[in-house]
């Protein structure tokens, strides 16, 4: 399995406080990795140690199969990164920014300018200096400076801020794209859970520091299947009749009174008619679905994400 980045035990303190706690993080060649976890939980100064921002305090960072250093300007040469707010020359126009950084970068195919702008979606706005750009307008030049010298690695830090609903949505195309059809691996990092599964393919959930859990969505989307909740008197019995009468094993009594069934062969028709049949008082039995939100939400100590 060919990996692109993976952690081992990274660890970050500030002034003798751990604010990154032995992180292990495992990226696939071509995949989306949604970073997900509430504001202040380390995303950010976690990605500052990938790009070199920030030194570990302990741990290592393997990118391309090569340990990271200080001197690991070639690794650093094939990623492109937009880490918390962009920043710009406020009185040049983006292609003289995107000029400057191809230089700094020493990457020489100025079409790429052109394309990466078409790309985000900014076109038009050649005699805009960037001082007259909307903060979404800044936060798509950002992307496009990252993915202007064509890295192999893409690692975007909140990028969606500041973008409205049709921004968001051509971005998340735009990241699909890049991702299926240029074998670009993204790591990005959001605290708005609703984005970021419609996008990865594996989610990192981390909080106060903390990997909490490192799980594809494949295998998210199999924990939460429909289910349904039955409500009685008597969840002993009702177990024990949908049990012996109609062959189900695979339901979990939740507390005296609910009972999850997640046989999705057997319809609902046919359970409240083989209780009834028996006796068993329903109070109410309906279909539901765990959302993918719960199931995060149900990681996090704090119990929330701030959105």
């Known amino acids: 399995m ?3 980045l993976r952690t081992h035990q990274l660890t970050k303190a500030f002034m003798g406080q751990e604010v990154v706690s032995n992180v292990n993080i495992n990226i ?4 989306i990795y949604g970073f997900l976890g509430p504001n202040g939980a380390g995303k950010t100064t976690i990605m500052k140690m990938i790009t070199n ?20 300007y070639a690794l650093l040469g094939r990623m492109g990164s937009i880490i918390e707010y962009p920043i710009f020359y406020e009185k040049l126009t983006a292609r ?17 300018i052109d394309d990466a702008l078409e790309l985000v979606k ?3 706005i050649e005699k805009k200096t960037i001082k007259e750009f909307s903060l979404g307008m800044k936060q798509r030049l950002g992307i496009a400076r990252a993915i202007t010298t064509k890295p192999e690695l893409l690692i975007l830090d909140e990028p969606i ?3 409205d609903p049709l921004g968001i ?62 409500l009685t008197d008597n969840c002993r019995k009702a177990s024990y ?22 046989d999705t062969s057997i319809s609902q028709s046919e359970v409240t008619k083989t209780l009834i049949l028996n006796e068993v008082n329903i109070e109410s039995i309906t279909k539901k679905n765990r959302s993918l939100e719960d199931y995060f939400l149900t990681l996090l100590n704090r119990g929330e994400f701030d959105a």
């Open 161 to 163: 801020n500041g973008l």
């Open 28 to 31: 696939r060649k071509g995949e």
């Open 96 to 112: 003289e920014n995107l000029n400057l950084h191809c230089e700094y970068m020493g990457f020489h195919n100025k079409k790429s």
């Open 122 to 124: 900014l076109t038009n």
């Open 53 to 72: 921002l920030v030194k570990p305090t302990s741990g290592e960072i393997e990118i391309f199969g090569e340990k990271l250093t200080s001197n690991s």
């Open 169 to 230: 949505k051509e971005l998340r195309d735009l990241f699909n794209m890049l991702s299926k059809e240029y074998g670009i691996t993204l790591f990005i990092s959001s605290h708005l859970l609703s984005e970021v599964e419609l996008v990865a393919d594996t989610i990192g959930v981390i909080n106060h520091g903390q990997l909490i859990q490192e799980v594809s969505m494949k295998q998210v989307m199999e924990q939460n299947a429909e289910y349904m909740e039955l």
């Open 2 to 4: 060919s990996y692109v």
């Open 241 to 262: 009749i949908l049990s012996h009468h109609l062959n189900i094993s695979n339901m979990k009594i939740m507390d005296d009174h609910a009972i999850r069934i997640y």
